[in-house]
């Protein structure tokens, strides 16, 4: 049963995917409705990409795996001839 379900709405989302812009367009939601960074209605694409992802979480820190991919030990070695 649930999988009917599931295939019934993947068709019709598959339907109605070619005229999906058209539907948001004539509903013309806010955009905070949209939440989407690239269909602001202000037309600043760049401007809003770029602060979405600099200010995203975790943006400006280092992951948490980059020690796994760098190899440290030379700079280990070095030492201060002071």
């Known amino acids: 049963m649930a999988v009917n379900v599931k295939e019934t709405i993947l068709?019709?989302?598959d339907r109605l995917k070619p005229d999906s812009i058209a539907i948001i367009d004539s509903l013309a939601p806010?955009?905070?409705v949209i939440?989407?960074?690239l269909?602001?209605?202000d037309g600043k694409l760049y401007e809003n990409l770029q602060t979405a992802i600099m200010h995203?979480?975790?943006a400006m820190s280092r992951?948490?795996?980059w020690q796994e991919i760098v190899d440290t030990?030379?700079?280990m070695k070095l030492q201060s001839k002071l």
């Open 73 to 75: 030990t030379p700079f």
């Open 35 to 37: 939440h989407s960074v």
């Open 30 to 32: 806010p955009d905070y």
């Open 63 to 65: 992951p948490a795996w």
């Open 56 to 58: 995203a979480p975790g």
């Open 11 to 13: 068709q019709l989302c």
């Open 39 to 41: 269909g602001k209605s």
